[in-house]
C-alpha cells in the first residue's frame, strides 16, 4: 500500500514513535471529549436558551423550538460524515480532525455570544440554528475519522485497548458537561443563569478547544492512508463489494447504536417519565451507573485483544438481547432499580463500543475505509439512534413497551448476524486486510 509521506517532524526512532503514538492518542481522546462536551451542553442548557434565544412569551413553544434545532443538527451528522469521509482519505486524518475541532469550537463561541432574543428578536433564533448545524456537521466528520485514525495509529496488538479511549472520551464529555451546568445552577441565582450563567460553558469549551488544537497540531498522520487507487497492495473491491460492506456496517451500527442509547439514555427517561422515579435520584443513579461503564471500557478493549472482536462484540448484542425484558422490567420508581439495570445494561454495551474503532476498522480496507464509515455509521446512528429515547419513551407510555424490547431484540439479532461474517483480523496489520 502507499503510505502517505510523514510529517518532517515526525521522530523516525522507535521510542519517538511510540510517544507520538501516545501524544496523537491524547490529541484524539481531548478532542473527543471536548467535542462530547459542546455537544451535549446544549441539551442540558435547553431551558435557558429557550428563555434567552426565542420568544419568552410562550415557554412551552419556546423550549420545544430549542429542542427542535437540537434534532435538526442531529441530523446534520450524517452530512457530516458523507462529507468529511471522503476527504480523511484525500486530506489525510490529521487535517479533518483538526478542521472538525475547529468548527465545533467556532460554533460553541458563536452559541455564547448570540444576543438574546430581547436585543435582536427572530436573528437570535436564526444564529443558533446556524451554529447548531456548524455543531452536527462538525459532529459527524469527527466520529467518522475518529474511529479509523485511532485504530490505525494503534499497535495491532493493542487496537482494542487505544479504541477504548474514544467512547472513555465520549463518556466523560457528557459527564462534564452535565456536571458543569449542575455547578453553574447551584451557585448562580436563576435570573443569573438566565440572563448570562448559561452562556459560560459554551465560552469554556471553545476557550479550552484552543488547548486541544494545540495538541492536535502535532498528531501524527495516520501511515496506513492510500493516496492513490493503485497504491494498494490489497486487491481492489467492486462497487458491488464496496456496497455490500456499507450495508453490513450500517446493519452492525444499527445493533451499536440502539443498544447504546437505549441503555445510555432512555433508561433514565422512561425511569422519570413512565415510573415516575425522582427526576434527582434517577440523575445520581444514572451517572454512578454511566461512570461504572466508563471505568470498564478499557477492560472491554483489553478483553477484545485477547478474545478477538467477533466475540467482545457477540457478547454485548446477545446479552442486551437476552436481558431487554428482565431489566427493563425491574425498573420501577425505587431508584436502586435504574441504578442496577442500568449498570448491567452499559457494562454488556461495554463489549462492544470498547473495541469498536478496531473492530470496524479491521472489516474495511484502508481505501474504502472512512468513506465508508462516513455512510454507514452516520445513517445507522441517525435511524436507530436518534429515534431510541423517543420510541421507548412513548411505546412504554402507552403501555405496549414490549414492542421496544422486540424491536431492540430483532435489530441486535440481525446485527449478531452480520458480526458472524466477520472474519479474526486482530491484531493483523490494518495495510494487510
Known amino acids: ?31 473527543n471529549l471536548l467535542e462530547w462536551f459542546d455537544w451535549t451542553i446544549y441539551t442540558v442548557a435547553s431551558v435557558y436558551l429557550a428563555g434567552s434565544l426565542f420568544n419568552s412569551g410562550n415557554p412551552m413553544s419556546s423550549l420545544l423550538s430549542t429542542l427542535a434545532v437540537f434534532a435538526v443538527g442531529f441530523l446534520m451528522r450524517p452530512i457530516g460524515g458523507l462529507v468529511f469521509g471522503p476527504l480523511a482519505d484525500k486530506w489525510g486524518r490529521r487535517k479533518v480532525l483538526l478542521t472538525t475541532m475547529f468548527l465545533m469550537a467556532g460554533a460553541s463561541l458563536g452559541i455564547a455570544l448570540i444576543p438574546s ?109 492510500a493516496t492513490a487507487p493503485g497504491g494498494s497492495a490489497v486487491t481492489p473491491w467492486s462497487p458491488r463489494q464496496v456496497f455490500q460492506a456499507g450495508v453490513k456496517l450500517f446493519l452492525y451500527e444499527a445493533g451499536s447504536t440502539l443498544t447504546y442509547y437505549t441503555w445510555v439514555t432512555s433508561a433514565a427517561i422512561y425511569a422519570i417519565g413512565v415510573k415516575g422515579m425522582d427526576p434527582g435520584q434517577a440523575f445520581f443513579m444514572s451517572v454512578i451507573a454511566q461512570v461504572v461503564y466508563i471505568a470498564f471500557l478499557p477492560v472491554s478493549g483489553w478483553i477484545s485483544d485477547h478474545w478477538g472482536r467477533k466475540a467482545t462484540t457477540l457478547i454485548s448484542l446477545v446479552g442486551i438481547a437476552a436481558t431487554v425484558f428482565p431489566l427493563w422490567g425491574l425498573m420501577s420508581s425505587e431508584p436502586w432499580t435504574l441504578l442496577v439495570a442500568q449498570t448491567v445494561g452499559l457494562l454488556l454495551v461495554a463489549f462492544i463500543t470498547g473495541s469498536k474503532p478496531a473492530a470496524i476498522s479491521e472489516q474495511i480496507p484502508t481505501r474504502y475505509r472512512t468513506r465508508i464509515f462516513g ?27 414490549w414492542i421496544f424490547n422486540v424491536y431492540v431484540i430483532a435489530v441486535a439479532a440481525v446485527s449478531s448476524a452480520v458480526v458472524l461474517t466477520w472474519k479474526n483480523n486482530k491484531g493483523v496489520p490494518l495495510d494487510q486486510i
Not at 522507535?14 to 490529541?27: D, H, V
Not at 455512510?375 to 413497551?401: D, F, R
Open 1 to 31: 500500500m502507499t503510505i502517505v509521506e510523514q510529517n518532517p517532524a515526525q521522530p523516525q526512532t522507535a521510542p519517538g514513535r511510540i510517544r507520538l503514538q501516545r501524544k496523537s492518542l491524547l490529541a484524539t481522546g481531548v478532542g
Open 117 to 225: 432574543y430581547a436585543s435582536i428578536g427572530s436573528w437570535a433564533s436564526f444564529l443558533l440554528l446556524v451554529a447548531r448545524l456548524v455543531q452536527g456537521f462538525a459532529h459527524g466528520g469527527e466520529a467518522t475519522t475518529s474511529y479509523a485514525y485511532i485504530a490505525e495509529i494503534a499497535p495491532p496488538k493493542r487496537r482494542g485497548l487505544w479504541s477504548s479511549t474514544v467512547f472513555i472520551a465520549v463518556g466523560s464529555g457528557s459527564l462534564l458537561a452535565t456536571f458543569f451546568m449542575a455547578l453553574l445552577t447551584g451557585v448562580l441565582s436563576k435570573t443569573e443563569m438566565m440572563e448570562w450563567g448559561w452562556r459560560l460553558p459554551f465560552a469554556a469549551g471553545a476557550l479550552l478547544a484552543v488547548a486541544a488544537l494545540w495538541l492536535r497540531r502535532g498528531m501524527m498522520e495516520s501511515e496506513h492512508v
Open 375 to 401: 455512510v454507514s455509521i452516520s445513517l445507522g446512528v441517525a435511524v436507530c439512534g436518534g429515534t431510541a429515547s423517543y420510541l421507548s419513551t412513548w411505546l412504554y407510555s402507552i403501555g405496549s413497551g
